[in-house]
């Protein structure tokens, strides 16, 4: 119990650095929030309506008041409006939230799907089919989301018309995004993970189970599978964080909507508000998320001891 | 009876090396075959042979290799997947390695239930159970539901062994049954294996050590170099050997293994005597806290003092405090109350800055030599390295590696060699030579030949010995085997869950042992020649904080 509230304190140290961080690259940065808010760079507003501004959002003010200002707005759950959308931030996030979850739930499914098959089926095979598949994820593993989309495009939506290159309506659309973000995590899962396994089929409770009868198919699910499902979980903050790195690029490339072009598009129009309201969720995310590892690491692992 | 294991001529090689080198055997149904060999004659190669386990990349070769009239080198996948673990149950070495860490044991109790009977959830549930039960587990309930890493070692094997016999298989294979077992639950894990015997069940027994073999076969094969040197009924073996290698095998034996009542140690040579005790150890205690948030009192009021040309032998079983102990001596733990004096001097008491400059005065010997070097180095880096921290020049260097070397008798050919080009006996050596390095006032030798070949564990304890004596040296030598605390020790000092439970001369305390639990000790030993007696239905079970 203890511990747990240690770590719960330890999260929100995590997102109150988040929201500092944030803070300051915003602040430092090139161009004015004024502008941004009286409609972007190609706006002439009069030294009237700038002032007015400043007074009423606060930048007149000494900066440590700005950022007191702001860390209490936001422990109240108060995360301001878009300068651009002028509409709160959190129904801005709201209304673009589902197609992101959409796109980066089916693109960890597709992920971890693979990388499972490719690892327990070449783990400790035949030498070339081992080679293979490991040589596919080294290639796989280092190729961006944006390179992976770009070809996806050519071939399935240029050359072979058979899905949509853009959009965000329906699942076809779907298709292509999915694999270009799934894929580098995939490769990368998967050699974690059969390393994982030809480790652990190299412990003597294997051999053990073989000499009962268990063939080396049931071997791999019913035995080994589980103890290699203890580095995927732990990797699981490298999955989240590659999802929403990757959502960023794959969102632009295929015109989707999405928290990561939403997040791209306010970062490039100063748009304060909505940059720290999505770096919050995601720092929130992924607090909860590693939080969450060390629950499920307690499941999979008796010998793990809750904290 | 009908053989139901026939065996000729049996070829096993690896790429191109072979390591069984055509060997015959047989085994009639309800009889009892032990193989006995030292670490790499071939016996567990043998033994997983039979279940079609021989390994990946290893080739089998045999004029007849056939179980119950089946021809096993006609058998497919399936075929061998039907009679594993239905057929032929293999207990295979390690208790704690060859059970699912993440599975409770009586789902893997239930496992050859499931692949070869017909027995519903239900059925299966109440048969780990009864299998449980009849291999001496307690509460066998709670067990089932338990995990290898919360049942102590004893248990474990039975567990092991239960999830072996569970589908009646009519050839039951136990690679080392008993090794690495403590003494009495030796002879208890022992004793469910003679009594599974009875029940017209063949067996095949895989062992180093005669003296376990002995109370359980028929009849003994010894192994050596892939080959079976000799075979025959097992008194035959044990008395009237006719190989050489069988003859060295059972001295070996005898030697480490204490008989009573003959005085088995030969009386070391007087040394002089200091007055002044090398090393005192007054009033220890150290308290940890459990894993299920308890104290636990690792070591209790222990005291002990060790003068030059000394031996003191700790015993005790698993979870005995011993090496807890071991480690307040060596100053890596702090003692909650007491303290430990080096050379007349406090040691405990120091803090680390201050220890470190004593270090050198007390060395240190460990149970398992591979884990303990760095396998990148050669001997001679192994050794230069001990003779930089102990601050020796470097032109000094060469002159004192050989001498090193000479202590320990081994040849300056061992220096370019890594450790894992070395034998266990050569590394052991070598690290005896590296905790000499220094020249230290004491030597404390966590079983030192506990993970060595019988014959190989005898001349160890011999170099041990003389270097005692040659060098001056106070010596702590713990060990789980009183044979070999016999042979090495003057005084010996008897621990059982933290306490000291007696001390005295060794021949005091073999000779009139006080405590009911070192006589415990002392009948638990395998013996040769005698049979040990058993404590039917006495489990000792420890709770060991790991």
Same mark, same amino acid.
């Given at each position: 119990?203890?511990?747990?509230?240690?770590?719960?304190?330890?999260?929100?140290?995590?997102?109150?650095?988040?929201?500092?961080?944030?803070?300051?690259?915003?602040?430092?940065?090139?161009?004015?929030?004024?502008?941004?808010?009286?409609?972007?760079?190609?706006?002439?507003?009069?030294?009237?309506?700038?002032?007015?501004?400043?007074?009423?959002?606060?930048?007149?003010?000494?900066?440590?008041?700005?950022?007191?200002?702001?860390?209490?707005?936001?422990?109240?759950?108060?995360?301001?409006?878009?300068?651009?959308?002028?509409?709160?931030?959190?129904?801005?996030?709201?209304?673009?939230?589902?197609?992101?979850?959409?796109?980066?739930?089916?693109?960890?499914?597709?992920?971890?799907?693979?990388?499972?098959?490719?690892?327990?089926?070449?783990?400790?095979?035949?030498?070339?089919?081992?080679?293979?598949?490991?040589?596919?994820?080294?290639?796989?593993?280092?190729?961006?989301?944006?390179?992976?989309?770009?070809?996806?495009?050519?071939?399935?939506?240029?050359?072979?018309?058979?899905?949509?290159?853009?959009?965000?309506?329906?699942?076809?659309?779907?298709?292509?995004?999915?694999?270009?973000?799934?894929?580098?995590?995939?490769?990368?899962?998967?050699?974690?993970?059969?390393?994982?396994?030809?480790?652990?089929?190299?412990?003597?409770?294997?051999?053990? =189970?073989?000499?009962?009868?268990?063939?080396?198919?049931?071997?791999?699910?019913?035995?080994?599978?589980?103890? =290699?499902?203890?580095?995927?979980?732990?990797?699981?903050?490298?999955?989240?964080?590659?999802?929403?790195?990757?959502?960023?690029?794959?969102?632009?490339?295929?015109?989707?909507?999405? *928290?990561?072009?939403?997040?791209?598009?306010?970062?490039?129009?100063?748009?304060?508000?909505?940059?720290?309201? *999505?770096?919050?969720?995601?720092?929130?995310?992924?607090?909860?998320?590693?939080?969450?590892?060390?629950?499920?690491?307690?499941?999979?692992?008796?010998?793990?001891?809750?904290? | 009876?009908?053989?139901?294991? +026939?065996?000729?001529?049996?070829?096993?090689?690896?790429?191109?090396?072979?390591?069984?080198?055509?060997?015959?055997?047989?085994?009639?149904?309800?009889?009892?075959?032990?193989?006995?060999?030292?670490?790499?004659?071939?016996?567990?190669?043998?033994?997983?042979?039979?279940?079609?386990?021989?390994?990946?990349?290893?080739?089998?070769?045999?004029?007849?290799?056939?179980?119950?009239?089946?021809?096993?080198?006609?058998?497919?996948?399936?075929?061998?997947?039907?009679?594993?673990?239905?057929?032929?149950?293999?207990?295979?070495?390690?208790?704690?390695?060859?059970?699912?860490?993440?599975?409770?044991?009586?789902?893997?109790?239930?496992?050859?239930?499931?692949?070869?009977?017909?027995?519903?959830?239900?059925?299966?549930?109440?048969?780990?159970?009864?299998?449980?039960?009849?291999?001496?587990?307690?509460?066998?309930?709670?067990?089932?539901?338990?995990?290898?890493?919360?049942?102590?070692?004893?248990?474990?094997?039975?567990?092991?062994?239960?999830?072996?016999?569970?589908?009646?298989?009519?050839?039951?294979?136990?690679?080392?049954?008993?090794?690495?077992?403590?003494?009495?639950?030796?002879?208890?894990?022992?004793?469910?294996?003679?009594?599974?015997?009875?029940?017209?069940?063949?067996?095949?027994?895989?062992?180093?050590?005669?003296?376990?073999?002995?109370?359980?076969?028929?009849?003994?094969?010894?192994?050596?170099?892939?080959?079976?040197?000799?075979?025959?009924?097992?008194?035959?073996?044990?008395?009237?050997?006719?190989?050489?290698?069988?003859?060295?095998?059972?001295?070996?034996?005898?030697?480490?293994?204490?008989?009573?009542?003959?005085?088995?140690?030969?009386?070391?040579?007087?040394?002089?005597?200091?007055?002044?005790?090398?090393?005192?150890?007054?009033?220890?205690?150290?308290?940890?806290?459990?894993?299920?948030?308890?104290?636990?009192?690792?070591?209790?009021?222990?005291?002990?003092?060790?003068?030059?040309?000394?031996?003191?032998?700790?015993?005790?079983?698993?979870?005995?405090?011993?090496?807890?102990?071991?480690?307040?001596?060596?100053?890596?733990?702090?003692?909650?109350?007491?303290?430990?004096?080096?050379?007349?001097?406090?040691?405990?008491?120091?803090?680390?800055?201050?220890?470190?400059?004593?270090?050198?005065?007390?060395?240190?010997?460990?149970?398992?030599?591979?884990?303990?070097?760095?396998?990148?180095?050669?001997?001679?880096?192994?050794?230069?390295?001990?003779?930089?921290?102990?601050?020796?020049?470097?032109?000094?260097?060469?002159?004192?590696?050989?001498?090193?070397?000479?202590?320990?008798?081994? +040849?300056?050919?061992?220096?370019?060699?890594?450790?894992?080009?070395?034998?266990?006996?050569?590394?052991?050596?070598?690290?005896?030579?590296?905790?000499?390095?220094?020249?230290?006032?004491?030597?404390?030798?966590?079983?030192?030949?506990?993970?060595?070949?019988?014959?190989?564990?005898?001349?160890?304890?011999?170099?041990?010995?003389?270097?005692?004596?040659?060098?001056?040296?106070?010596?702590?030598?713990?060990?789980?085997?009183?044979?070999?605390?016999?042979?090495?020790?003057?005084?010996?000092?008897?621990?059982?869950?933290?306490?000291?439970?007696?001390?005295?001369?060794?021949?005091?305390?073999?000779?009139?042992?006080?405590?009911?639990?070192?006589?415990?000790?002392?009948?638990?030993?395998?013996?040769?020649?005698?049979?040990?007696?058993?404590?039917?239905?006495?489990?000792?079970?420890?709770?060991?904080?790991?």
């Amino acid at each position: 119990m203890k511990q747990l509230a240690a770590r719960l304190l330890a999260g929100v140290g995590v997102l109150w650095g988040a929201a500092t961080l944030t803070f300051v690259a915003i602040h430092f940065s090139a161009g004015d929030p004024v502008l941004a808010i009286l409609g972007g760079p190609d706006a002439i507003p009069t030294p009237q309506q700038l002032a007015q501004v400043r007074e009423e959002y606060g930048f007149d003010q000494p900066l440590w008041v700005q950022y007191g200002r702001y860390v209490g707005r936001i422990a109240h759950g108060d995360f301001g409006e878009s300068y651009r959308l002028r509409i709160p931030v959190t129904e801005a996030i709201g209304k673009q939230i589902g197609a992101t979850l959409q796109l980066a739930l089916s693109a960890a499914l597709l992920a971890i799907g693979l990388a499972l098959a490719s690892a327990v089926l070449t783990a400790k095979r035949n030498p070339w089919v081992r080679r293979v598949a490991s040589a596919s994820e080294l290639v796989l593993s280092s190729s961006p989301s944006f390179v992976l989309g770009i070809l996806l495009l050519l071939v399935f939506s240029f050359q072979w018309p058979v899905l949509p290159p853009a959009g965000s309506n329906g699942w076809q659309t779907l298709i292509l995004p999915t694999i270009a973000l799934a894929l580098p995590i995939a490769g990368m899962l998967s050699q974690v993970l059969r390393q994982e396994l030809e480790d652990i089929l190299e412990q003597p409770f294997i051999a053990m =189970a073989r000499a009962r009868g268990l063939s080396q198919t049931a071997v791999r699910l019913r035995h080994a599978l589980r103890h =290699a499902l203890v580095p995927l979980v732990t990797l699981s903050g490298f999955i989240f964080a590659s999802l929403l790195g990757g959502a960023v690029v794959t969102e632009m490339l295929f015109a989707r909507q999405g *928290i990561g072009r939403m997040m791209l598009d306010a970062a490039v129009a100063k748009d304060a508000p909505v940059v720290l309201g *999505i770096t919050l969720l995601a720092a929130l995310v992924y607090v909860g998320v590693n939080l969450l590892v060390d629950v499920l690491n307690g499941l999979i692992d008796p010998r793990v001891k809750p904290r | 009876m009908s053989t139901l294991v +026939d065996v000729q001529d049996l070829r096993v090689q690896f790429g191109h090396t072979p390591i069984i080198k055509g060997i015959s055997f047989s085994l009639t149904a309800g009889e009892c075959l032990a193989l006995v060999g030292e670490s790499g004659s071939g016996k567990t190669v043998t033994s997983r042979t039979l279940s079609g386990l021989s390994g990946a990349g290893s080739k089998v070769q045999a004029e007849r290799l056939a179980f119950a009239g089946t021809d096993l080198r006609q058998l497919d996948d399936r075929a061998w997947q039907a009679l594993r673990g239905a057929q032929i149950g293999f207990v295979m070495q390690d208790a704690l390695g060859s059970l699912d860490p993440l599975r409770p044991v009586g789902k893997e109790i239930a496992e050859p239930l499931r692949l070869h009977t017909e027995l519903g959830r239900a059925a299966r549930q109440a048969r780990v159970i009864e299998l449980l039960r009849s291999v001496g587990v307690p509460q066998p309930e709670l067990r089932a539901l338990q995990y290898p890493h919360q049942l102590s070692g004893g248990l474990r094997q039975r567990a092991l062994i239960a999830s072996a016999i569970a589908a009646g298989p009519r050839l039951l294979i136990a690679d080392e049954p008993t090794t690495a077992l403590d003494a009495t639950v030796q002879a208890q894990v022992l004793a469910l294996l003679e009594s599974l015997r009875s029940q017209a069940m063949a067996m095949l027994v895989v062992s180093h050590d005669l003296a376990v073999v002995s109370r359980l076969a028929d009849r003994v094969a010894v192994m050596h170099h892939g080959v079976i040197v000799e075979q025959g009924p097992v008194e035959a073996i044990l008395h009237d050997p006719q190989h050489p290698y069988t003859q060295s095998l059972l001295r070996a034996g005898r030697a480490v293994h204490f008989q009573r009542p003959a005085r088995a140690a030969p009386k070391l040579a007087r040394v002089e005597r200091f007055d002044l005790p090398l090393i005192e150890a007054r009033h220890l205690q150290k308290t940890f806290i459990g894993p299920d948030g308890q104290p636990h009192v690792a070591v209790h009021n222990a005291s002990f003092s060790l003068r030059a040309g000394e031996t003191l032998g700790i015993v005790g079983e698993s979870g005995s405090g011993k090496t807890t102990l071991t480690r307040m001596l060596l100053g890596l733990e702090r003692p909650d109350a007491g303290d430990v004096w080096l050379n007349g001097r406090p040691w405990s008491a120091l803090n680390d800055q201050q220890r470190r400059q004593l270090r050198q005065r007390i060395q240190v010997v460990f149970q398992d030599p591979q884990s303990s070097f760095d396998p990148r180095y050669t001997v001679a880096r192994v050794l230069n390295e001990a003779l930089q921290v102990a601050g020796l020049p470097r032109q000094d260097w060469p002159a004192r590696t050989l001498e090193l070397l000479e202590l320990v008798r081994l +040849d300056a050919s061992v220096l370019s060699r890594r450790p894992l080009e070395l034998s266990g006996g050569q590394r052991q050596r070598i690290a005896i030579a590296r905790a000499l390095a220094p020249n230290p006032q004491v030597l404390v030798c966590d079983e030192p030949v506990s993970a060595l070949d019988v014959s190989v564990q005898a001349q160890i304890l011999a170099l041990l010995a003389d270097l005692k004596t040659r060098l001056k040296l106070a010596c702590l030598f713990i060990s789980h085997d009183l044979g070999v605390i016999n042979q090495v020790s003057e005084r010996v000092l008897v621990m059982k869950d933290g306490e000291v439970v007696e001390s005295g001369t060794v021949r005091d305390v073999f000779d009139h042992p006080q405590h009911a639990y070192t006589r415990a000790l002392l009948d638990a030993i395998p013996q040769i020649d005698r049979p040990a007696p058993v404590p039917e239905h006495h489990f000792i079970t420890y709770a060991i904080a790991i």
